[in-house]
T-cell receptor, first 113, second 112 residues
Framework: EAQVTQNPRYLITVTGKKLTVTCSQNMNHEYMSWYRQDPGLGLRQIYYSMNVEVTDKGDVPEGYKVSRKEKRNFPLILESPSPNQTSLYFC????????????FGPGTRLTVL | GENVEQHPSTLSVQEGDSAVIKCTYS??????FPWYKQELGKRPQLIIDIRSNVGEKKDQRIAVTLNKTAKHFSLHITETQPEDSAVYFCAASINGNNRLAFGKGNQVVVIP
C-alpha cells in the first residue's frame, strides 16, 4: 500500500530534550516536506527537500533540523524543544515538487512541557 | 512572498445545499491551486486542483473555478452531505521554489 508513515504519533516531552520524528514514504517520491498545524494558522512549512541531500528552509524553520540521506526518509529533528513547538506535525511527499498531489502522513502530535 | 487568504473562516450549510469557499492569492506568477480536505483527527487529502491554463475543473459534486485576473479561486460543493463536514485548505504555488503556500483553512459544517 502506497503511504507516508510517521513515528511517533503522539509524544509528550520536556523542554530541551532532543527528539526526532521520523517520516518514511514508499512511493519513490523525490519531494518531501514537513508542516506544522496550529489552530487558526493553517499549515505552515518548516523544511522541504527536492531530493536526496537537497534540503531547504520553509516559512518557519527556526528550532528545527532535517536530513535527507535516503530518498524514502526525511526525519525532523528538534535539538532543544521549547513549549512553542507544541503542535501537530505533518510530513508530506510528492512527485518532483510541491506542484503535484502531496500525500500526507498521519500526523504527530507533540507536546513540549 | 505569496499570501493566501480564505473566506469565510466557518461556513454552515443545510444538507443538500451548495457551499462555496473563496481564496485569494497575492503572487500573479502562481500557476497551481490545490484544495485539501481534512476531516477531524485525520490528515489533509487532495480533493481537487487546477492549473492556470484552465478556468474551471469539475469532479462529481466538487468544482474549482479560477480567476487569474482577480487572483482568486473558489471551491464549489453541490448537494452537500454530512461527510462533507471538514476543514478545507486552499493553496497556491510559490513560483520558482517548488513550494505551496496554504491558507488558514475553512471549517465547513453540513447540518443534517
Amino acid at each position: 500500500e502506497a503511504q507516508v508513515t510517521q513515528n511517533p504519533r503522539y509524544l509528550i516531552t520536556v523542554t530541551g530534550k532532543k527528539l526526532t520524528v521520523t517520516c518514511s514514504q514508499n512511493m519513490n517520491h523525490e519531494y518531501m516536506s514537513w508542516y506544522r498545524q496550529d489552530p487558526g494558522l493553517g499549515l505552515r512549512q518548516i523544511y522541504y527537500s527536492m531530493n536526496v541531500e537537497v534540503t531547504d528552509k520553509g516559512d518557519v524553520p527556526e528550532g528545527y533540523k532535517v536530513s535527507r540521506k535516503e530518498k524514502r526518509n526525511f526525519p525532523l529533528i528538534l535539538e532543544s524543544p521549547s513549549p512553542n513547538q507544541t503542535s501537530l506535525y505533518f510530513c508530506a511527499s510528492s512527485w518532483e515538487d510541491g506542484y503535484n498531489e502531496q500525500f500526507f502522513g498521519p500526523g504527530t502530535r507533540l507536546t513540549v512541557l | 512572498g505569496e499570501n493566501v487568504e480564505q473566506h469565510p473562516s466557518t461556513l454552515s450549510v443545510q444538507e443538500g445545499d451548495s457551499a462555496v469557499i473563496k481564496c485569494t492569492y497575492s503572487d500573479s506568477a502562481s500557476n497551481y491551486f490545490p484544495w485539501y480536505k481534512q476531516e477531524l483527527g485525520k490528515r489533509p487529502q487532495l480533493i481537487i486542483d487546477i492549473r492556470s491554463n484552465v478556468g474551471e475543473k469539475k469532479d462529481q459534486r466538487i468544482a474549482v473555478t479560477l480567476n487569474k485576473t482577480a487572483k482568486h479561486f473558489s471551491l464549489h460543493i453541490t448537494e452537500t452531505q454530512p461527510e462533507d463536514s471538514a476543514v478545507y485548505f486552499c493553496a497556491a504555488s510559490i513560483n520558482g521554489n517548488n513550494r505551496l503556500a496554504f491558507g488558514k483553512g475553512n471549517q465547513v459544517v453540513v447540518i443534517p
